[in-house]
């Protein structure tokens, strides 16, 4: 799992972000719920590895600053995920960082 801080931003800005970060790394299904600050998709099966299930959490954590939880898991058992699962956490990362 990955973690962002965000300061003087509010949620649904954060929500967009996060959004436009799920689409750049081709997530499908993506679901938002704003009241638990919960966004999920998926992404489809590639050479690399059977799909996985994409979960960011925003919260507040203070006045004015915002911790965004970024986790991906792989939806099907696999001996191993190749760095794909810690590759998704770092591509939105980067993209929410950018």
């Keep these: 799992m990955k973690t962002v801080q965000y300061t003087n931003c509010s949620i649904e800005g954060i929500f967009d972000n996060c959004y436009r970060a799920l689409q750049h790394i081709g997530c499908k299904n993506i679901t938002r719920d704003y009241q638990r600050g919960i966004m999920q998709a998926t992404v489809g099966v590639s050479i690399r590895s059977f799909g996985e299930a ?33 590759q998704n956490e770092r591509q939105i990362a980067n993209f929410l960082c950018s």
């Design 54 to 86: 994409i979960t960011i959490q925003a919260e507040q954590i203070d006045t004015g600053k915002i911790a965004v939880h970024i986790s991906s898991e792989s939806i099907a058992a696999a001996i191993t995920t190749f760095g794909k699962n810690a």
